[in-house]
């Protein structure tokens, strides 16, 4: 069974950079043709698409509303891929999730396993 | 950028009853590019259809997915208390996924 952990530093000062990290168990990350995401939720608001990696690490896609300042990584010799989002703001506060993307010939496209989450404030 | 419009907002229904939830896309979209999502506090998302038909592994009969094009409907045969969440449908492009604004489903 497949596993995502997120880990951060909970609490982020503003104009400082957010970096998270999704320890992936039960399976590797570079295994299949994959691609690995991050999504957030923002205070009473929805589920926002943030980035995905894929391919190992060699082709990255980044929300249009984010992209100036979010990158995103793989590490495959720690099963982990990472986000790392600068010059944070409280618009930023929000719980972050990791994802596996995952496609199949017959059902398309999803994300099918989904970290528990990990809730980053965003204070001085 | 594809803008995924969830309707209702918000669906008041009681246990038994039948909900239907609608996902229209701004334009034309694959189906094997829109899935359903079950979302209920300080739980991780749950992945409900994928492909815009298909069951995930584990999810119950009475959960379905149906349309094509820009128009997609979630349907909940008959609620089981278990199933009051806020569901969201997502887009997966060609380098962008999107997802609605969420219908959230509360009890009557």
């Known amino acids: 069974q497949l596993q995502l952990q997120e880990s951060g530093p909970g609490p982020v000062k503003p104009s400082e950079t957010l970096s998270l990290t999704c320890t992936v168990s039960?399976?590797?990350?570079?295994?299949?043709?994959?691609?690995w995401g991050w999504i957030r939720q923002s205070p009473g608001k929805g589920l926002e698409w943030i980035a995905s990696?894929?391919?190992?690490?060699?082709?990255?896609y980044y929300n249009p509303s984010l992209r100036n300042r979010v990158t995103m990584s793989v590490d495959t010799s720690k099963n982990q891929f990472s986000v790392k989002l600068s010059s944070v703001t409280a618009a930023d506060a929000a719980v972050y999730y990791c994802?596996?993307?995952?496609?199949?010939?017959?059902?398309?496209?999803?994300?099918?396993?989904w970290g528990q989450g990990t809730l980053v404030t965003v204070s001085s | 950028e594809i803008v995924l419009t969830q309707s209702p907002g918000t669906l008041s229904l009681s246990p038994g009853e039948r909900a239907t939830l609608s996902c229209r896309a701004s334009?034309?979209?694959?189906?094997?590019?829109l899935a359903w999502y079950q979302h209920k506090p300080g739980q991780a998302p749950r992945l409900l259809i994928s492909?815009?038909?298909s069951r995930a592994t584990g999810i119950p009969d009475r959960f379905s997915g149906s349309g094509s094009g820009t128009d997609f409907t979630l349907t909940i045969s008959r609620l089981e208390p278990e199933d009051f969440a806020v569901y969201y449908c997502?887009?997966?492009?060609?380098?962008?996924?999107?997802f609605g604004q969420g219908t959230r489903l509360e009890i009557k």
């Open positions: 990696i894929c391919n190992s690490g060699s082709t990255t």
């Open positions: 994802a596996r993307r995952y496609y199949h010939t017959l059902t398309g496209y999803s994300f099918d396993y």
């Open positions: 492909g815009a038909s």
């Open positions: 039960g399976g590797s990350i570079s295994s299949g043709s994959h691609c």
């Open positions: 334009q034309s979209v694959g189906s094997n590019y």
């Open positions: 997502q887009h997966f492009g060609t380098s962008v996924a999107t």
